[in-house]
């Protein structure tokens, strides 16, 4: 499964920007979908995950502003960030977890390339 993102850019302290990711193959049946983010010198975090029904958990930096959803017919996983701040400014990951049947169940985690978001002050 290919994840192709996309929607990043620059952006002023207070603005929005919406990322996409699209899937290769069909996320309807995904484990968990969502979004990460790594800047320069820290480690990569959770900003977003959708679970199956729909579940959705959010890292504390980003709740409230941000908003994870799901497009299954578009194979396509969406962030909305509205109210952005400078401490955003990293690169963004889509993510997807789908199950593997060979032999029994396994869950393989997708990565897609990262999206540069960068916030001005």
């Known amino acids: 499964v290919q994840l192709q993102a996309s929607g990043g850019g620059l952006v002023q302290s207070g603005g929005s920007l919406r990322l996409s990711c699209a899937a290769s193959?069909?996320?309807?049946?995904?484990?968990?979908v969502g979004w990460y983010r790594q800047a320069p010198g820290r480690q990569r975090e959770l900003v977003a995950s959708m679970t199956t029904g729909d579940s959705t958990n959010y890292g504390d930096s980003v709740k409230g502003r941000f908003t994870v959803s799901r497009d299954n017919a578009k194979n396509t996983v969406y962030l909305q960030m509205t109210s952005l701040k400078p401490e955003d400014t990293a690169a963004y990951y889509c993510?997807?977890?789908?199950?593997?049947?060979?032999?029994?169940?396994?869950?393989?985690?997708?990565w897609g390339q990262g999206t540069q978001v960068t916030v001005s002050s």
């Open positions: 993510h997807v977890i789908l199950a593997s049947y060979s032999g029994g169940i396994t869950y393989v985690n997708y």
């Open positions: 193959e069909s996320i309807e049946g995904a484990r968990a």
